[in-house]
């Protein structure tokens, strides 16, 4: 158990709807971060919040957006589904951020389960 | 533009001998690598991790080395167990940048 969790597990929906996934870091992580696995992918970064503020944008959709809220748990949402929005959402946690000077350990990024999407 | 890359989405060993994990990467600028290990209807799993500073790093049973001149990173198990079976990831990361990088993947299959 890594300490992140997700939820829902699994969220089946429609083509055009909105849903939002929901992460709670581990205990004292201010980092949040948010990956997409499409099938036979490796993981894409989305998007990364430490302490309330976006820090870091990967290649994140216009129709997505997240946020850090002040108890450091984090929301993405995603609008207008498309078919090929369905994969699996994952949300990573890490003590802080990655600069100079920080310790190695602010390299890793601890995992929840993860959320399964199935857009129909 | 795939910075990192696992060329060999599968790798089958036979219990109690060594499997070597590959992964390569284009980016010389990467300054710390990482392996995460992934099992069916889980997220990934931290596993063991190298600075570019270094070019070996063990914890048990699992060794990575780095070649930064062949921008090559290998994990070694030994001895693989049953229970290593799963898809195993590498990732890199850049000072200043805070996402990770990651690979494709490569399914062990470790047969007893």
């Known amino acids: 158990d890594s300490g992140v969790t997700q939820t829902p597990k699994h969220l089946i929906t429609a083509t055009g709807q909105r849903v939002t996934l929901r992460c709670s870091p581990r205990?004292?992580?201010?980092?949040v971060y948010w990956y997409q696995q499409s099938l036979d992918q490796g993981l894409q970064f989305l998007i990364q919040y430490y302490n309330g503020e976006e820090r870091a944008k990967g290649n994140i959709l216009e129709r997505f957006s997240a946020q850090q809220f002040p108890d450091l748990h984090s929301e993405l949402n995603l609008s207008s589904l498309e078919l090929g929005d369905s994969a699996l959402y994952f949300c990573?946690?890490?003590?802080?951020?990655?600069?100079?000077?920080?310790?190695?350990?602010?390299?890793?990024?601890?995992f929840g389960p993860g959320t399964r999407l199935t857009v129909l | 533009d795939q910075q990192v890359k696992q060329n060999s989405p599968s790798l089958s060993v036979q219990e109690g001998r060594i499997s070597i994990l590959n992964c390569d990467y284009t980016n010389s600028m990467f300054d710390y690598f990482l392996w995460y290990k992934k099992y069916p209807a889980e997220g990934p799993t931290f596993l063991i991790s190298i600075s570019s500073i270094k070019d070996k790093n063990e914890d048990g049973r699992f060794t990575v080395f780095l070649n930064k001149s062949a921008k090559h990173l290998s994990l070694h198990i030994v001895p693989s167990q049953p229970g290593d079976s799963a898809v195993y990831f590498c990732?890199?990361?850049?000072?200043?940048?805070?996402?990770?990088?990651f690979g494709t993947g490569t399914r062990l299959l470790v047969s007893p």
């Open positions: 205990s004292g992580d201010l980092s």
């Open positions: 990573a946690s890490s003590v802080g951020l990655r600069l100079a000077g920080a310790p190695s350990s602010y390299n890793e990024q601890f």
């Open positions: 990732a890199a990361s850049l000072t200043g940048f805070q996402k990770l990088v």
